[in-house]
């Protein structure tokens, strides 16, 4: 059973450091999600892909955060020039379109910004 | 604005006996309502579900109620066993939009 998975599961970084997270879906849902969640809080959308299109963005997404999915498969999320207030849990999640609204989450990237 | 709040941030109950999780939610565009189940170091695992044409979902010793009046929803879970302490999540979406609106959680723990 190959669920969702990221990596890194944790990644430290100084104040002003790009980082870049990577999440591998279900193989074969056709839906990605990005989430962020911090301390006492529940998860919080970041943005949503069909496919390789990105069809969604939240505006907690702000310019320095861009995120990929090449070819439909896996995903990539790039914070850039890091800030501490970006320390947080980054969740993907992945579902099947037509297989209602259960989404699929990995174990999430700790970031830590020093 | 937090549109789903759940206003325990945590929950005690005796192995056993019945443990009630309420998530309330403000936005009455909302038409799905999932409960999610996180433990430490591990993403949030789907539990249990319901749509809004429903006011009841039973599975197994979980139970979701939807009152849409009040726009109130509660998750039962009975009887209470220790593998289930953890933190619950309320979530809501508007079917045909995506995204996935969570509540704050509540951290249940269930005593022997």
């Known amino acids: 059973d190959t669920g969702v998975s990221q990596n890194p599961r944790h990644k430290i970084t100084k104040r002003g450091q790009n980082v870049t997270f990577r999440c591998d879906p279900i193989?074969?849902?056709?839906?990605l999600y990005w989430y962020r969640q911090t301390l006492g809080q529940g998860p919080e959308f970041l943005t949503y892909?069909?496919?390789?299109?990105?069809?969604?963005k939240s505006r907690l997404l702000s310019d320095r955060f861009s995120a990929e999915r090449p070819k439909g498969s896996f995903s990539t999320l790039e914070i850039q020039r890091t800030e501490q207030g970006d320390s947080a849990m980054y969740l993907c999640?992945?579902?099947?379109?037509?297989?209602?609204?259960?989404?699929?989450f990995g174990p999430g990237t700790r970031l830590t910004v020093l | 604005d937090q549109q789903v709040k759940q206003n325990s941030p945590s929950l005690s109950v005796q192995e056993g006996r019945i443990s009630i999780l309420n998530c309330d939610y403000t936005?009455?565009?909302?038409?799905?309502f999932l409960w999610y189940k996180k433990y430490p170091a591990e993403g949030p695992t789907f539990l249990i579900s319901?749509?809004?044409?429903?006011d009841k979902n039973e599975d197994g010793r979980f139970t979701v109620f939807l009152n849409k009046s009040a726009k109130h929803l509660s998750l039962h879970i009975v009887p209470s066993q220790p593998g289930d302490s953890a933190v619950y999540f309320c979530?809501?979406?508007?079917?045909?939009?995506?995204?996935?609106?969570f509540g704050q959680g509540t951290r249940l723990t269930i005593n022997p």
């Open positions: 319901i749509s809004s044409i429903k």
């Open positions: 892909f069909q496919n390789e299109a990105q069809l969604e």
């Open positions: 193989s074969e849902h056709n839906r």
């Open positions: 999640a992945s579902s099947l379109g037509s297989g209602g609204f259960r989404q699929f």
């Open positions: 979530a809501a979406l508007i079917q045909g939009a995506q995204k996935l609106v």
């Open positions: 936005n009455s565009m909302f038409d799905y």
